[in-house]
């Protein structure tokens, strides 16, 4: 069971890296110059695309965070056996990259039906990046379902933690 539990915990890494760095790296002042929204303000349907809170620099910031955590992965990885799943370079920046992207499909999805930004919506919150991580992965490694629901049932919670702890340090404005 533990064996399970810290293979999910090793594949996912990169992605929780890269969604919580997205928004870790709004607290570094001199990224401050590269917070433009990805949608630059546009509209589409009469609604912004994604919102101010989806900038390029949590995209690249996030996407860089999660492949220097699978590089570092990639390098203890030999001394940790051959039980975890093998991490690449190429897999942590489709898991990043496929994390923020999932991220911002729900951004898209909530402005669209009228959400406000930091508006809770349960469920897609909590699994949206993980959902985009691993459709990325399957460029490179085959669907694995007891991964994905193990990924799923921990991740709710150290989501909500997660969201809570960056309200305390007042990286984010709501709790959720």
Known sequence: ????????VWFILPAY?????????????FLKK??????FRHNIF?????GDG??????????????????LQLSIQPYLGESLPQM?????????????IGDMTASFVKRQTGFDRGASVPGLDQLDYIVG?????????PFDLTRFLIVVV???????????????????????
Not at 34 to 39: A, G
Not at 54 to 71: D, E, M, Q, S
Not at 88 to 100: D, M, Q
Request: hydrophobic share 60%; proline share 3%.
């Open 34 to 39: 590269y917070s433009t929204p990805i949608d």
């Open 1 to 8: 069971m533990w064996d399970l539990f810290f293979d999910a």
């Open 46 to 50: 009469g609604k912004r695309i994604l």
């Open 133 to 141: 991580a691993f459709v990325f992965a399957l460029l490179a490694v």
């Open 88 to 100: 690449t370079v190429k897999l942590a920046f489709l898991l990043s990259f496929g994390a923020l």
């Open 17 to 29: 890296v890269a969604n919580s760095a997205a928004i870790d790296v709004s607290a570094i002042p």
């Open 154 to 176: 921990l991740t709710i919670p150290l989501h909500v933690l997660a969201n809570y702890v960056a309200y305390k340090i007042k990286l984010k404005e709501v709790w959720w």
């Open 54 to 71: 989806k900038t390029w620099r949590g995209l690249f910031g996030g996407v860089i965070a999660g492949t220097l955590i699978g590089l």
